[in-house]
């Protein structure tokens, strides 16, 4: 049976319901990381928390970030069918699945930490040593996943996502829901990120891989691909 995974990607459109801030999934974050399972023949499916239509970031939509994989994703007419109908977490069944991966983008902040699907699955498919993972604001889906006992996924954990300096130099601190960076922290997740902003930067601490940035999505991809190999 082929290696599966698992994309979660976003439902929202926008900040805070203002059709003026729109934002939504940064496709670079899923075509890259698309790209490096599909060259280990994995099997590769989506999930959204509310199941249905998958926005764009527009931000995203422009050189230098849409950049060739991005283009060929956005360009592939069988890709491109599968966002506007995305299955809903209550029609995933985890033991279908080797590893999920969260896709980042704003929008992620809103609907996916507190999404009670999203948090059974990731939990199931780490609890019998499944790999998850999440690029940029994608750790924001395991913010308040807990495991069995309890206990958040992330305490304890090296790990990374998009950094707050990085917020701030992407001119988005004060649109933002919340600090995403210190909720990991009070988690009690150990919160690591590279000395210089927006450079691929991924963390590997067992079966939690994550990646800080948007650039980090083919690093962490490839590592993700290592572990289930």
Not at 65 to 72: E, I, K, V
Not at 104 to 129: C, K, N, W
Not at 209 to 221: H, Y
């Amino acid at each position: 049976m082929a290696t599966r995974i698992l994309h979660v990607v976003t439902n929202t459109g926008s900040f805070d319901d203002d059709p003026g801030h729109p934002t939504g999934l940064w496709l670079s974050e899923l075509s890259h990381a698309w790209d490096v399972f599909a060259e280990h023949g994995f099997d590769q499916s989506l999930v959204s928390p509310a199941g249905g239509p998958v926005p764009l970031e527009p931000r995203a939509m422009k050189f230098p970030l849409y950049d060739r994989s991005a283009r060929a994703f956005h360009d592939d007419p069988a890709l491109m069918r599968l966002l506007p109908n995305t299955p809903g977490p209550e029609q995933i069944t985890s033991e279908d699945f080797d590893a999920i991966y969260f896709t980042g983008g704003h929008a992620v902040m809103y609907d996916f930490p507190d999404s009670d699907g999203l948090q059974r699955i990731t939990r199931e498919i780490y609890e019998r040593g499944g790999i998850v993972s999440s690029v940029c604001h994608g750790y924001c889906g395991l913010l308040n996943t807990r495991l069995s006992s309890g206990e958040f996924l992330i305490t304890g954990h090296r790990m990374t996502g998009f950094s707050w300096t990085e917020e701030v130099l992407a001119r988005v601190d004060k649109l933002v829901p919340y600090n995403a960076e210190e909720a990991a922290k009070e988690r009690g997740a150990r919160y690591e990120k590279a000395k210089l902003s927006f450079v691929s930067h991924a963390v590997v601490d067992g079966n939690l891989i994550t990646g800080q940035n948007p650039g980090s999505a083919k690093e962490t991809a490839i590592k993700v691909a290592a572990a289930l190999q």
